[in-house]
């Protein structure tokens, strides 16, 4: 079993920052990639950011320049870190990987959701 636990998301106001952290923990055995998306209502779910375990790392052009996604413990945390942040910003902010389980199971897990309102 794998749980993905998002915490840091708020209500900030434009121009602001927050940090979002993502916990992996369970049967783990190899993490491909870690992952931020987000879902803002009466959207459909978008890839905000993400890190391999390669290095690479790749964003929206939405958030380039201003979102910078890091990673520690051996890819079991991840972070998001916001600035500047903008009222179109505001989402439920979702953690996924794509990570090994055995060395024949692989597959994608999500966190619940962290919620990031923008709002003056």
């Known amino acids: 079993q794998v749980e993905l636990v998002e915490s840091g998301g708020g209500m900030v106001q434009p121009g602001g920052s927050l940090t979002l952290t993502c916990v992996a923990s369970?049967?783990?055995?190899?993490?491909?990639?870690m992952g931020w998306y987000r879902q803002a209502p009466g959207k459909q779910r978008e890839l905000v950011a993400t890190?391999?375990?390669?290095?690479?790392?790749d964003y929206a052009d939405s958030v380039k320049g201003r979102f910078t996604i890091s990673r520690a413990n051996g890819m079991k945390t991840v972070y998001l870190q916001m600035n500047n942040l903008k009222p179109e910003d505001t989402a439920v902010y979702y953690c996924?990987?794509?990570?090994?389980?055995?060395?024949?199971?692989?597959?994608?897990?999500w966190g619940t959701g962290t919620l990031v309102t923008i709002s003056s």
């Open positions: 369970g049967n783990i055995l190899h993490i491909v990639a």
């Open positions: 996924n990987s794509r990570l090994y389980t055995s060395r024949n199971n692989w597959g994608d897990y």
């Open positions: 890190t391999t375990a390669g290095g690479s790392t």
